[in-house]
C-alpha cells in the first residue's frame, strides 16, 4: 500500500486512526490496533511475504528471551546471522548465483521474489540484538517488541527507527497535550511529503528514466547526459525524501516522534557533511553497528581508514545485488577518507568551491547508482565531461530549476515540528494540496517509491 495511493489517504488512513484514538485510553488496545493495521499494510504488497515478517520477529524475540539478557552471546550471535541470512537468500543469492554462473559454473537460478521492505525490518532486528549483546536493551515484551518493528510509517522505507527511540513513546496517550497541535503539523508535514512525490519526484522520473534507458545502448549527448543525472539526483532526494516526510508527519498524527532522515544533504560542503545529512536514521545504524565495532576513529588512521571504506562498501552492499552498488559503496569511502585526509592539512577550501565539488562527487556518484551496468555510466560521465561533444540543451530546465531550488531550500521536518499551529492560510493549502494530488494520482496507478527496491 503507498502512502500517496488513494486507497491509503481515503480509507487505510482514516479507519486506522478512528480505531485507534477509539481506544485511546488503553495502551494495550492502542498497541493491538496498530500491529494488525501494519501486518494489513504489509500484506497488501503480497499476503505471501507476511510469514517471513512475522516468522523474523518472532524468531528474533525467542532468540532475545533465551538468551540471559544477552550474556549467552553465541545464542545472540546465531540470530544475528539468522536475519542475515534471511536478506542474503532473497535479495543476493541470484547475485551470487550469476557470478558462480559468469564463472563457467553451471547453478541453477534460485528466481526468488524480493519481500519488500526486507533489508529495513532485518536492520531492526539486528540492531535489536546489538543492543542486547551490548547489555544495553531490556527483553521488550512481545507485543512492544513487534510493534517497534511492524509499524507501518517505517516499516518498509524508513526512516530507521530505533527501539530505543519508539518503545518509551508506546506508553504515551495520543490523547495528551498538544493533540490539536500534532495533528495539524502532522497533516502539514504528510501533505508536503506528498507534493514532493507526485508533484516533482515523479515528473523527475519521467525525464530521467527514458534517458538512463537509452544510455544503455547508446551514447546521449552533453545536454541529455546532464538532463538525466539532474532528473535523477534529484528525483532521488525528493522521492525518498517524500516518503520518509509522510511518514514522519503520519507517525506524529499518531502522536508519536520519528527521528529526522534529511537535512539539506545538497547543500553539503565535503562528503563527511553530506552522510550526515543524506539518510540520517541509516547513517546512524551503520556508525553505531559497523563503524564503531570495527574500530572507528580510535585507534589511529590505519583503522580509521579500514572501518570507513568497511562501512560504505557494507553500505553499497545494502542498497542492492550489484557491483555497481558496491562500487559506489566503496567511491564514497574513499571520498570520505579523502576529505578527512583533506581536513587533517588545515587548508579549507572556500566553501562555493568546495560545496560544487562536493555536488559534482555526489551527482558522478548517483549516476553509477542509477545505471545498469559500468558501461553506461562510464558513457553518461563521459558525456557529461563533454568527450562526446556539447550539443543538445537541458531536457525539461524548468522542473530542473524548480526541483533544485526545492531540494537545496526545503526545511527539515523537525524544523516544521518545531514551530507553532500552521496558520489558516498553510492549513488550507496543505489541504488543497492533497486533494489535488489524490485528483492526480486516481488518474494512473500511483509509482512506487525508489527506495522500495531497497
Not at 283 to 297: E, H, Q, T, W
Not at 300 to 307: H, I, K, S
Not at 351 to 357: D, E, G, T, Y
Request: aromatic share 14%; glycine share 8%; with cysteine.
Amino acid at each position: 500500500m503507498l502512502f500517496h495511493s488513494q486507497v491509503f489517504i481515503l480509507l487505510f488512513l482514516p479507519a486506522t486512526m478512528a480505531l485507534y484514538f477509539a481506544v485511546a485510553g488503553h495502551a494495550a488496545w492502542r498497541q493491538r490496533v496498530l500491529i494488525v493495521a501494519s501486518a494489513l499494510f504489509y500484506a497488501w504488497w503480497d499476503v505471501r511475504f507476511l510469514p517471513l515478517l512475522l516468522g523474523q520477529i518472532l524468531a528474533t524475540w525467542a532468540v532475545a528471551a533465551l538468551s540471559d539478557g544477552g550474556r549467552r552471546r553465541g545464542l545472540i550471535a546465531f540470530g544475528i546471522v539468522l536475519n542475515l541470512s534471511s536478506i542474503f537468500t532473497f535479495k543476493y543469492l541470484d547475485f551470487v548465483i550469476a557470478n558462480l554462473q559468469a564463472l563457467g559454473l553451471t547453478v541453477p537460478t534460485a528466481g526468488l521474489l524480493l519481500p519488500i521492505g526486507i533489508s529495513f525490518f532485518s536492520f531492526q532486528l539486528i540492531s535489536y540484538l546489538v543492543d542486547l549483546r551490548r547489555g544495553e536493551v531490556p527483553l521488550y515484551p512481545l507485543r512492544e517488541f513487534s510493534l517497534v518493528v511492524l509499524l507501518f510509517p517505517h516499516l518498509i522505507a524508513g526512516p530507521i527507527v530505533r527501539h530505543r527511540e519508539l518503545v518509551p513513546q508506546f506508553a504515551l496517550d495520543p490523547r495528551r497535550e498538544g493533540l490539536d497541535q500534532r495533528l495539524a503539523i502532522g497533516f502539514v508535514i504528510f501533505a508536503l511529503g506528498l507534493v514532493q512525490k507526485v508533484l516533482l519526484a515523479e515528473r523527475l522520473g519521467r525525464v530521467a528514466d527514458p534517458l538512463f534507458a537509452k544510455a544503455a545502448t547508446a551514447v546521449l549527448s552533453f545536454g541529455e547526459a546532464w538532463s538525466a543525472a539532474l532528473a535523477f539526483s534529484f528525483q532521488l532526494l525528493l522521492d525518498f525524501s517524500a516518503y520518509s516526510t509522510m511518514a514522519i508527519g503520519i507517525a506524529l498524527m499518531l502522536g508519536f516522534v520519528f527521528p529526522e532522515n534529511f537535512d539539506r544533504p545538497y547543500l553539503a560542503t565535503d562528503v563527511r557533511d553530506f552522510w550526515r545529512r543524506w539518510h540520517m536514521s541509516l547513517g546512524a545504524f551503520l556508525r553505531d553497528c559497523v563503524y564503531i565495532p570495527l574500530g572507528g576513529s580510535r585507534h589511529g588512521p590505519g583503522r580509521f581508514v579500514l572501518a570507513t571504506l568497511g562501512t560504505m562498501t557494507l553500505c553499497g552492499i545494502w542498497h542492492g545485488a550489484a557491483w555497481t552498488f558496491v562500487v559506489w559503496g566503496i567511491m564514497h569511502g574513499v571520498g570520505m577518507v579523502v576529505v578527512w585526509a583533506w581536513q587533517r592539512l588545515r587548508r579549507p577550501l572556500p566553501l562555493p568551491l568546495a560545496w560544487a565539488l562536493t555536488m559534482l562527487f555526489v551527482i558522478a556518484g548517483w549516476v553509477l547508482f542509477r545505471s545498469t551496468s559500468f558501461g553506461a555510466a562510464a558513457g553518461m560521465l563521459g558525456s557529461m565531461a563533454g568527450l562526446h561533444g556539447f550539443g543538445g540543451g537541458l531536457k525539461a530546465a524548468p522542473l530542473l530549476a524548480v526541483a533544485g531550488v526545492v531540494c537545496l531550500l526545503l526545511p527539515p521536518n523537525h524544523a516544521i515540528m518545531a514551530q507553532a499551529r500552521p496558520s489558516r492560510l498553510v492549513a488550507a493549502a496543505s489541504a488543497l494540496a492533497t486533494i489535488a494530488c489524490i485528483l492526480i494520482v486516481g488518474q494512473d496507478a500511483p509509482t512506487n517509491f525508489i527506495y522500495f527496491q531497497f
